[in-house]
């Protein structure tokens, strides 16, 4: 009888073992609360649901404590576990192209064909990017590593995750994570600087609707588009490739049923899988780190910076408008690739300002071209360090 | 008779692409031919060597290739079985032969073809010229040759850069069999950024130049084809309405919707703001036509 219970005894002590109570560590913890925070955010405030869910909850899944030499193969970074399938299209780099075929299906290039000067706008709020280069550069990253982190500015979740699995995959983690947070956060970071930078009566500056595009107009610019940054920027065609194919897809007219599987299946699937992984990518022997930190504050500085470009060029580029084709300096934040949150920022602000003053339309022009941009920057830094 | 050309057409690119993909882009990357301290084969001999690598990114099979140094086979006179008893052919049915893109695949020249698919049953000649050449499995179609020049114990003959470079004579301490002909050394590009460019000042200008120039010659092609296709519109506007019969159906009210078009409104907010939504077209129209719609209201009226 006594060694039936020293049986049942040992095997319920071997059980514990392996039990998540027996393994946790602070670290464990502090991540869990860290993904119930995210699962909150999402929920409560509504801040990035649809990406702040499955990374809150990746979160809490990659931080489950459990016996690693179990060879249970459960780990995110077991070979042949389930996760460490799903976690290939990260690790390999091929869900963020597919996030931007979707995204090129969704987005309408409309207003910025129909005021191609807003390219600029979007190319000057990457000056976020390189900024925040040269600050991870200070805080001792190498460049490969900073470069990883410094795309983060984009504003660019999965341009972020793309260029960093090349660049810095040791740090992917930390710098997907931060950038979806900062996305999240996009209306809390760029409003104050906004107005920090315009007066009254900038803000008051009324803009002309955009010209009606034409559906050949509309065809060509994929192509172009495609043919142009792909031979400038070679090293970014997964990501040029998918978007312009996406939109192709979406204003063909004749490929109605391949656009809505790209923005409608395809992307919800891709979307949940990445965020899943990505969240459980941040375990956190990985994530709890000095490095984290650093991340977390260039990635702050690279949005502020990015959104203060974008204001500051178009004041920049009104000096040489004449008077009534002046632009409105609140679409400049949208020159970051946050689409369409920023050009709604944009919209808002103008509101206030004026409440028959309506800037959305104007503001997706250089939110377009920030997605464009974002991604141009990110095939240049993978050309020049890889 | 255009759709059968235009698919003919991409239906050639396509193959001749597949094509591009297979044992043609295998390329002699570097020959060895008097061998008393390179590398020795899998029975601790040594003897001749010839490399191959595979040009392109994706993987090719050498299986059913063939390896000769036998020139007769130039003669184009020659039937293929004759030029085929010249040569030596890469057996089939091993996993052995498949090469991955941009890899190499090595064979040892003994005239020993039964140790294994990478003896060949030729051997090089010391001290002399060798030519060397690979075919197709077809024993026709010339994948690639080379003519190696009379070469010292252990030296080899070698192209600068794998499958594309120039040849030429490698010394005994820096051959390379079935490896890169390009050892790097020196430091990274990484390395070298954190070198030459330790704030990143130099890199944030090169690449916000290149971003900017991308997104300006975008800019510039969009303002030309906007103006074309802006004049297209107005003046698509602005044409007089031709002066046609008049209108089947006059409006209902002066300025207001007709009865139709209120319905079609009525719809479209309460799909709006309900959140309804079915299969439809995607063109919602207030002009007349037969519609499923249309044929259902006409069997209520008739009922």
């Known amino acids: ?386 | 008779m255009k759709k059968t050309i235009l698919t003919t057409l991409m239906v050639f690119l396509a193959t001749t692409a597949g094509f591009a993909q297979g044992a043609k882009n295998l390329k002699f990357n570097e020959i060895l031919v008097t061998n008393t301290a390179s590398i020795v084969d899998e029975y601790g001999c040594r003897s001749a060597w010839i490399e191959f690598h595979n040009d392109a990114f994706a993987s090719a099979n050498a299986r059913n290739c063939f390896l000769t140094t036998n020139r007769a086979v130039l003669n184009k006179e020659l039937s293929a079985p004759e030029r085929i008893k010249m040569m030596y052919q890469i057996p089939s049915g091993s996993v052995d032969t498949h090469i991955e893109g941009k890899q190499k695949m090595l064979f040892f020249a003994d005239e020993l073809p039964k140790r294994g698919i990478f003896h060949t049953n030729f051997t090089l000649k010391d001290s002399t010229e060798n030519w060397i050449a690979l075919y197709d499995a077809n024993g026709t179609t010339l994948l690639d040759s080379v003519t190696v020049p009379a070469l010292g114990e252990n030296q080899s003959w070698a192209r600068a850069k794998d499958g594309v470079g120039e040849w030429r004579i490698v010394t005994a301490d820096n051959v390379t069999p079935a490896a890169t002909n390009i050892v790097e050394q020196g430091e990274g590009k990484v390395a070298k950024f954190k070198r030459m460019d330790s704030l990143g000042l130099g890199m944030t200008v090169m690449c916000m130049a290149v971003v900017f120039s991308a997104l300006a010659i975008l800019w510039w092609l969009f303002a030309i084809i906007g103006k074309i296709f802006a004049s297209t519109i107005s003046s698509t506007k602005k044409a007089p309405a031709p002066k046609a019969a008049p209108a089947p159906e006059a409006p209902a009210t002066k300025g207001d919707a007709n009865d139709e078009e209120m319905a079609a409104i009525c719809m479209a907010l309460h799909e709006h703001f309900g959140n309804v939504h079915d299969e439809e077209s995607d063109i919602l129209t207030i002009n007349g036509g037969e519609s499923s719609w249309r044929m259902l209201t006409r069997t209520h009226a008739n009922n």
């Open chain 1, 1 to 386: 009888m006594n060694d039936f219970f020293n049986f049942i005894g040992n095997n319920l002590v071997d059980f514990w073992q392996y039990t998540g109570f027996a393994n946790a560590t602070v670290g464990h913890i502090v991540m869990i609360a860290v993904g119930c925070l995210f699962i909150t955010l999402a929920i409560k405030k509504g801040w990035e649901p649809l990406l702040l869910v499955p990374i809150g909850f990746g979160i809490i899944l990659g931080n489950i404590p459990f016996k690693a030499d179990a060879g249970l193969e459960i780990g995110l970074y077991e070979e042949g576990s389930v996760l460490n399938i799903l976690y290939q299209g990260v690790k390999t780099g091929w869900y963020p192209p597919l996030i931007f075929l979707g995204i090129g299906a969704m987005t309408d290039f409309a207003p910025l064909i129909a005021n191609p000067k807003m390219m600029l706008v979007g190319a000057a709020a990457q000056f976020g990017i390189f900024a925040a280069y040269i600050i991870a550069l200070l805080l001792g990253f190498e460049p490969d590593q900073a470069a990883g982190i410094a795309i983060i500015g984009g504003a660019d979740g999965p341009t972020a995750i793309f260029l960093s699995s090349k660049l810095a995959p040791n740090l992917m983690g930390a710098i997907a994570v931060c950038a979806y947070s900062y996305m999240a956060l996009v209306p809390v970071i760029q409003r104050p600087i906004m107005r920090l930078l315009t007066t009254k009566k900038e803000r008051l500056i009324r803009m002309e609707a955009p010209r009606q595009v034409s559906q050949t107009e509309k065809i060509i610019f994929p192509i172009v588009g495609l043919l142009l940054t792909a031979f400038i920027v070679p090293s970014g065609l997964p990501l040029l490739g998918m978007l312009f194919f996406g939109n192709l897809l979406n204003v063909s007219g004749v490929t109605g049923r391949l656009a809505e599987a790209a923005k409608g299946p395809l992307i919800n699937c891709i979307t949940i899988l990445l965020g899943l992984t990505v969240g459980a990518s941040t375990q956190a022997s990985e994530f709890l780190t000095p490095s984290t930190l650093k991340i977390l504050l260039v990635g702050i500085t690279a949005f502020v910076i990015a959104t203060a470009s974008g204001v500051l060029f178009v004041k920049f580029m009104n000096l040489f408008l004449p008077k009534g084709k002046k632009i409105n300096p609140l679409i400049g934040n949208a020159g970051v690739s946050a689409v369409p949150m920023a050009a709604r920022i944009s919209h808002d602000e103008g509101q206030k300002a004026d409440p028959t003053n309506y800037l959305l339309m104007n503001a997706m022009g250089p939110n377009v071209a920030g997605v464009i941009g974002s991604a141009c920057a990110a095939g240049v830094l993978l050309g020049f360090l890889i």
